[in-house]
DNA sequence: GTCTATATGAGGATAGAC
DNA sequence: GTCTATCCTCATATAGAC
């Protein structure tokens, strides 16, 4: 192809997105110079512009990147059945996504303070397609009286933070793995999503007319 | 008293460390300089120095005191009683005391990073005293064969994530009042822990024998 | 206690040679 | 595509006058 010697701009490029993640999810972007990037790579500072037009555009790209795999990954996986089903199947699709990508889920979630105002609304853009998902299983489990949830927007949110928080602590060859771990949290997701006598909880008339019968 | 002019460090001082959390909360520790905060202050910068030896002692004073704000409210708030009462005034208080200060624990959160490490190690310290008294709630609901839980500090780490976690989307004067949030969460909490028939769930002997009798 | 001025260094980004 | 050299700005922190 008559590359030139230094020209490495295949292998580079994919190694910029890999110290930059690294070194982000360590340190925070304000924290990692452009400079630092550069030493992690091997490359003189100046060289990062050929791979990215500045700083900003590199976070962008990272977390916009992480959020399209994330939503391609769950079409291809989702699919129908009854809301328990579907809910067991988002639960373990999340752990199981997520549990390998601690620095992107570290960056992505911790750098939003750090984005353009344009670039944070498509983040945001992303990020609230999957949570519809997650609420959409719970509103049809509301229907078919599969679960009492008396807010499913605030349901939604509680049960991503719960299960986003465990690339908190999980590392990998740690006490549990990724198949316990599953069970442990489809174990609690269950139980809070399950049809009980709570009260105050404000149930569909569904499961009264149910109940009643 | 005989004050200079100019001489304000009874006011001054708060003023700071208010300054400091907004703007670090904001747009994050290394993204603050020391020129901005004094901007906000209303003072120069060289004048900040009266009252903080450096940057990281300003962060590291804003996050331990924010953890020993939070052991201390909760000693004088925890109660005996059941396993059961435990929980729920541990939920309740939790959601309290954190929802009045956003930009306290956003900033205790996303951080710890910025800690170095002999600062880190102690904000651990007094983060992992609280979590120990909720674990310990939970243990003693299994001795009591009130809660299904079938690893304790993963239920501790994914209840502390939940309900922390609700300072990401709270606004004061939004649709749903603190109040009404405490049911909401307390309500998924308590249904959470509850001692159900769950597949692979590890009970307890105390709890087989009580329902083999 | 606050100011102005400054020491000292690092930051993002660009230009031009190879 | 990468390098060296550099522009320009901004950072933390300190010194000394008031």
Redesign the interface.
Known sequence: MGRKAGSHSEITGPKVREAALRLIA??????VSMRQIAAEVGIQAGALYNYTPDKQSLLFDLMRSHMEELLESRVTSAGGGSALERLEEFTRFHIRFHLPRGQQVFVSY?EL??LEPENFQEVERLRRLYEDELEGILRQGVEEGAF?V??TK??T??????L???S??YREGGR?SVGR?E???W??V?????V?P?E??ELPTSVLAARAS
Request: proline residues 0%; aromatic residues 8%; hydrophobic residues 65%.
């Open positions: 360590r340190h925070g972007f304000a924290a911790m303070r750090n009492a008396a807010d605030i349901t949110l509680a049960l991503i933070a719960m986003t928080g465990i908190n602590w549990l771990i069970e442990l949290y174990a609690m269950r139980n809070m999503v399950a009980l709570i105050g909880a």
